[in-house]
């Protein structure tokens, strides 16, 4: 074998054992999902004495009121959290981006929340919701306030989720923004200083518009991981009351371990996973459009 093939072939040694992994351990239970999706199987069978039913499972989904319900809720969390979460991580980002004394344990303070385990989350909150010993209702007697039924009434136990969400992942969107804002040129904030720009309009002219790349990204991330969600939710109300918390992660757990319908999970899972691969195949396109755009500018600078 010549030294120049020996080259080339080098790189896909160093990658054969990841793929190896890959293949074993995300493309080989993805077939097997797919595959169970169209069978009428259930944990008492083997998945080989499992009936074929084709399509029937995805086509019941599309005719049950509650597997609607829970996409609707599902859509519903992902949309209200990431646009809290984005609002408040990078409003903080900026008023945190400055020297002043402290800051350093500040910022570390406020990312906290996210180094937590999602069960621990989902019962401290359980906790603290509580109707009778739970220190928000606590509280609110103490002041004379009624108290609020967190987790038993639909509308507040969605509320309830969405704050341990929002307290839990504000953290991410923070450090992203913060390190948006610090690699942001130095001459472009100076430049506008010295035309008379006020700090509003530095970072309504020049902060966001030089950090909407990194924040476009980091709202993909943070919407793909808000459709995973089960932990926190199952923890604190397991759907209920009702159906008001209860997201497509969470319908898939019930359908597979309560129901004992795994075909119907598997097709529920199948049409996640197509959400997500839109999510993440629209993040791949605008990365690719950006670096288009990049090389484009500095072809143009290069010709100048």
Sequence with gaps: MSIARTNRMTPYLFLAPAGLVLLFALFYPICYMIYASFLDWNPSQRIGEADFVGLRNYTKLFSDPSFRESMWVTLKFAGVVVTLEMFL???????????????????????LPMMIAPIVVGLMWRYMYHPTVG????TLKSWGF?????????????????IADVWQWTPFIFILSLA?????PTSAVEASKIDGASG????????????????????????????????????MTNGGPGL??????????????????LGEA???????????????????????????????????????
């Design 135 to 138: 220190i928000f209702n606590k």
């Design 266 to 304: 598997a097709a529920m899972s199948n049409l996640l996973l197509i959400v997500l691969l839109l999510l993440t195949f629209a993040m791949f396109i605008y990365n690719k459009a950006q670096d288009a755009r990049a090389a484009r500018l500095r072809a143009v600078e290069e010709e100048a």
């Design 200 to 235: 509003w309009q530095q970072i309504i002219y020049i902060k966001l518009p030089l950090m909407l790349p990194v924040l476009i990204v980091t709202f993909l991330l943070r919407l793909i991981d808000s459709f995973k969600v089960l932990e926190v939710i199952l923890v």
């Design 180 to 184: 948006a804002l610090q690699s942001l």
């Design 244 to 261: 008001s918390t209860e997201i497509l992660s969470l319908r898939i757990n019930r359908t597979a371990s309560e129901f004992r319908e």
């Design 89 to 111: 991580g990078v409003g903080l980002a900026l008023l945190l981006d400055r020297n002043i004394r402290g800051m350093s344990l500040l910022r570390t303070l406020f990312i």
């Design 146 to 162: 009624d108290t609020i039924p967190w987790l038993s009434d639909g509308n507040w136990a969605f509320a309830s989720v969405v």
